[in-house]
């Protein structure tokens, strides 16, 4: 497969590379010293940090090519695959701050002080099935967009993808997430805000392409997304959001409790 990038464009992609993989492994090694630094990046981070934080942790390449494919299919209704977590920020609000009182480091700890032993060893054991999982479906969708532009196989852009995420998160951890990622999140907000905007919309054709869409477009409901489907996102996203077991990473990083709380408005966005 031939690569559709100019040589500009691979020259931004490799310099973006280069950027995330020095503030990840040099800055975020030298920024780490203790297992606080490790896992809970200090926790001494304000609101916006902990919101562009959360949303470049939530964007990533399962986004660009599924969402994006959901919303071409089904229209207007393609929004659920997103917005089904507005619900959860409200649960969200009302947990977060008890979470971030506990001060452990994950829900696991949290669920043997408030259910025992067994219940976080249960927990302790899915959540690291999930995780597996999901680290998998994000790096696939990562390989997929990579492999989609630059020509290499997606097995390859697999392997480049995680061997660069894999050996900042040994240098620093959460310390070099963070630090990745709020340049990451930078990125996509102005990219996302302001860039690509009027791009996009020349591009789909205006106002004048809106209006020639078939009214089933405007539907919040579709084949491919029935009334049964988007409740069952809906109440799946609500109640994970106080379940996942990456919210206590993400609580971490925040200094106080209204720092964890603008977490969710970032995972939403």
């Not at 390449?61 to 393609?78: C, H, P, T």
């Not at 917005?83 to 008890?98: D, E, Q």
């Not at 060893?121 to 899915?126: G, K, P, R, V």
Request: hydrophobic share 55%; aromatic share 16%.
């Amino acid at each position: 497969m031939s690569s559709t990038l100019q040589p500009l464009d691979l020259a931004i992609l490799a310099i973006y590379f280069v950027v995330v993989t020095f503030l990840g492994v040099v800055v975020g090694r030298k920024k780490t010293s203790t297992m606080a630094d490790f896992f809970i990046a200090r926790s001494r981070w304000g609101p916006m940090v902990a919101f562009v934080f959360v949303f470049a942790s939530s964007v990533g390449g399962a986004e660009a090519v599924v969402f994006a494919g959901g919303a071409y299919r089904s229209g207007l209704s393609g929004v659920w695959r997103w917005l089904a977590g507005i619900c959860g920020v409200i649960v969200y609000y009302l947990f977060s701050t008890i979470y971030k009182r506990s001060r452990v480091f994950n829900l696991a700890e949290f669920s043997e002080m408030r259910f025992g032993h067994k219940v976080a060893t249960f927990y302790a054991l899915y959540g690291s099935l999930l995780l597996l999982f999901q680290a998998g479906v994000f790096a696939l969708g990562g390989g997929k967009s990579i492999a989609g532009l630059s020509g290499l196989s997606v097995d390859q852009s697999v392997l480049l993808f995680s061997f660069v995420v894999a050996w900042y998160l040994g240098s620093g951890g959460l310390m070099s997430s963070l630090l990745t990622d709020i340049f990451q999140g930078i990125l996509a907000l102005t990219a996302f805000c302001f860039l690509l905007p009027p791009f996009l919309w020349e591009a789909a054709g205006g106002f004048a392409a809106l209006r020639q869409l078939p009214p089933e477009g405007w539907s919040l409901y579709s084949e491919e997304l029935p009334l049964s489907y988007v409740t069952a996102l809906i109440f799946s996203a609500t109640f994970g959001a106080i379940a996942s077991p990456f919210l206590f990473s993400l609580l971490g990083v925040g200094k106080d409790e209204r720092a964890a709380t603008q977490c969710a408005w970032g995972h939403l966005w």
